[in-house]
């Protein structure tokens, strides 16, 4: 009897890719989840400071994008503006997107006092979003 050649890749080489694959799939994965969490109390609106809400459906990737761009923005501007998120997939956070003409993505910035400041619609630049951010912590209007 011959003993039996392995040709084509070995055993350790398999399971190698394989522990690739399901790191790979669980970092995709992770990296889809939110930064840090977001209030989700829009009743927060109009209770003296500015506020930013994003309207943020999970189900899409337009959200995730304006996430994003809050999470680069929200320690400078924490102390002086509320971040909150007006969640598509429940009524409240539905009632103000159509309230405001939000679609997944949409930033709202509102006065301390709830008044409608601006609303920047999808794709959204991020020096744009930091100026209206600025303007809104400071008391400016556009």
């Excluded at 398999?14 to 009743?43: E, F, H, N």
């Excluded at 971040?83 to 910035?109: W, Y």
């Amino acid at each position: 009897m011959t003993p039996k050649t392995h040709i084509g890749i070995p055993r350790w080489g398999k399971w190698l890719a394989y522990l690739g694959v399901i790191l790979a799939v669980g970092a995709l994965i992770w990296s889809q989840l939110p930064r840090a969490a977001y209030s989700t109390d829009l009743a927060r609106v109009g209770k003296g400071r500015p506020a930013l809400v994003l309207a943020y459906d999970i189900q899409s990737m337009g959200g995730m994008t304006g996430m994003g761009l809050l999470d680069n923005l929200r320690g400078e501007f924490s102390d002086r503006v509320e971040f909150l998120v007006a969640d598509l997939g429940v009524p409240v956070g539905r009632e103000f997107a159509q309230h405001f003409g939000a679609i997944n993505g949409t930033v709202t910035l509102l006065s301390g006092d709830g008044t409608h400041l601006r609303t920047i619609h999808p794709p959204i630049a991020a020096d744009v979003l930091r100026q209206a951010v600025g303007e809104a912590a400071s008391g400016q209007t556009r």
